[in-house]
């Protein structure tokens, strides 16, 4: 049986960065991994730009009553050079007239006049005050964001500055969901005796949407051969095939033989982890990877932050991590009696007084997935640990979909 | 003009949490606010249900040969009776048989055999040893998540083994988005003199998105009176109304006229920070509000984050922090002349040896949106500061879209 850090490389290892690239809408782009370099076609600001309200002036003219030459709002060129002695009306996002050194704010003049009147100027301002110069902020041909950036509303306000609407990024990988198991039914359905509803196809649905992607769900595969031979062979026209159950040393989980059938080479069947020991890694040789984890909930989830984000991530190029490692202070302590494998409890991790608090959740092991509704993270337990004392240091991992409640009041 | 805080508590004054509840499918609940609470109609486990492949035997029997009476896969109901003697086979998730109070693992059993054959068991097990009790986890009738929750992929596996598929949500709010200036210009078109691409409503835009909300976008409304009421009009059919620009002091500066012949009254004007400062924030006689933000797009990004985003996420009833307040210490120094305004300054905020560091990003003011895309949050400098050291502690905010690239190798 491989360490969690074995299986990582494994994967690291085997997902191999896609090349290819798609062209999208820039509103489409959101979440997705920069697959050009952002090359800016202009000066910013483009050219001398108003940043306040006010008159355009001479700075060395100083206070006094001075001629309105002209109107120039936003997006309108100017035509008129500010003399001394003259003023030309501005608003914020208009090119500083020629001849004008400096932006009065209107606040300190008697107010805007038309043109043709005259404008009280109650103040000497220095020159340069409340101008933009021209490519103060990028100058045309600058390198503004490398391919290879994951493409955040900051992104998407410089990509439309500079004309990316299209833009390239690179292709997210398809994702295929199949839970397994006779004992599976719909949520909409009650269960009969024996059977369970199937929730680890809607958690692995909701995860793999987390990160931006839009997963096929497979539905339900029966423990019979065929009916699952049928969907993974579906699943296998996936970058990823997610399964959930039928991988354990049970003689009717035909999952792991049928996934050899179908193609792929699996690379890990046991990872020394508690939960989500049983998961199954593999890849096939047209490079398509599929991941086998455990049927009860919170080994699947555990497993998906684990080891199927990354994978997942590194297919598309975006940067690994969004969820932070981190030291907290237990808050309460924690014993098992087999220290044997590295664990995972889920935690309700808090920023307070100036540092990161973990209290774990009570948690009756891996079929109770309920406990993982309080929790917003998961602590870390060493192997070979079989103690945590209150208010020592433990390593914690927020989710990415983490969310600290905060009162309205 | 108002404090952030005196702004804060007017918008969390004035909106109105909403009460309309939908009821979506399951998949589509993701990220929205639960309207009902969840209350088990079911036991969980609902049997003492198997949790590892192997044999179902009675404790005291121990090691030696013992008659196969029956195969339970997970989803058969047992009909025979495990006996003193006998055992029957089992697989994880499958329900315990009458008779049996423990189950073995194959790994310390001779391996499967058929009914009727003698299976090898090896070792002696404790009583109740690799079963999960009937309603171990969750009793039928127990409230398991409480109305006003957010729904993340830990909720939708509750929700789903609990059979809440479709499942009672509070309404999302449509929000509208309206960029504003002659000045502006699609991103494919190649800007003329004077003017600019519009950065904001995209940006706007994907913020947005990233509440897991699919905003309207209004374009472009051109800085004259027709073409701004005409689009303001439509955007006050909607929840929430976001307009960048045209908010300032100038007299080409239709929006608040407008915003107030609409039906709008407006709360505040100007917020003292920067970047930021004139930010408008109204409510109509019908319940809806507009909010409008600087055109420039640090401020526009800035007031999303510190305004709009609480907003959105109140008329929600989601909880409304989900980006830390942290206390970081400060990497490099940062000096002002002018310290009346309370500041934000673009940082990279990292966790690393035990701590949050912040380091200012170079940044040249609030045109300067490219130096966001170095950012993945804000550090706050308080009003009457006019500096702060290298290595003091800092009051920073990571963005909900915030990530810590992390490399690969």
């Not at 600058?142 to 391919?147: C, P």
């Amino acid at each position: 049986m491989i360490s969690r850090q074995s299986a990582i490389q494994i994967i690291q290892d085997t997902v191999k960065p896609t090349t290819e690239i798609d062209t999208v809408g820039l509103f489409e782009s959101y979440g997705r991994t920069l697959a050009e370099n952002i090359i800016s076609d202009i000066d910013i600001p483009p050219f001398n730009r108003v940043t306040m309200d006010g008159y355009a002036v001479v700075s060395s003219d100083g206070p006094g009553l001075y001629s309105v030459i002209e109107d120039i709002p936003a997006g309108k060129f100017p035509t008129s050079v500010v003399e001394p002695g003259s003023v030309s009306k501005v608003m914020t996002g208009a090119p500083l007239p020629d001849g004008a050194d400096a932006v009065i704010q209107v606040e300190k003049t008697g107010g805007f006049v038309n043109v043709g009147q005259s404008a009280q100027i109650n103040e000497k301002i220095r020159k340069g005050q409340n101008i933009s110069s021209t490519g103060e902020d990028v100058n045309k041909g600058d390198l503004v964001i490398k391919s290879g950036a994951y493409i955040r509303s900051a992104e998407i306000s410089v990509l439309a500055s500079m004309g990316y609407d299209p833009v390239k990024c690179y292709r997210n990988p398809s994702v295929a969901i199949l839970a397994t198991g006779d004992e599976l039914v719909a949520p909409s359905q009650k269960p009969g005796p024996g059977q369970i509803r199937n929730s680890n196809g809607y958690s692995m649905f909701a995860q793999t949407y987390s990160l931006m992607l839009d997963p096929i769900s497979l539905g339900v595969g029966q423990d019979n051969e065929n009916d699952l031979r049928d969907k993974i062979e579906r699943g296998a026209t996936h970058d990823f095939l997610l399964v959930s159950g039928g991988v354990s040393a049970g003689d009717r989980d035909f999952v792991p033989g049928i996934l050899r059938d179908v193609g792929y080479d699996l690379l890990f069947h046991k990872v020394n982890i508690k939960p989500g020991k049983p998961i199954t890694f593999g890849v096939s040789n047209n490079g398509r990877y599929v991941f086998g984890v455990p049927g009860n909930p919170v080994s699947s989830m555990v497993a998906f932050e684990l080891f199927i984000k990354p994978a997942i991530r590194w297919f598309s190029r975006a940067p690994v991590a969004d969820s932070l490692e981190l030291e907290a202070t237990l808050l309460n302590e924690f014993k098992r009696k087999n220290a044997s494998r590295e664990e995972f409890r889920p935690a309700l991790i808090k920023w307070e007084n100036g540092r990161f608090t973990a209290e774990l959740i009570q948690y009756h092991g891996s079929g109770h997935f309920a406990a993982m509704t309080k929790a917003n993270g998961i602590v870390r337990v060493d192997p070979e640990v079989d103690y945590l004392a209150k208010d020592q240091k433990v390593t914690g991992k927020l989710f990415s979909e983490f969310y600290l409640p905060i009162d309205k009041a």
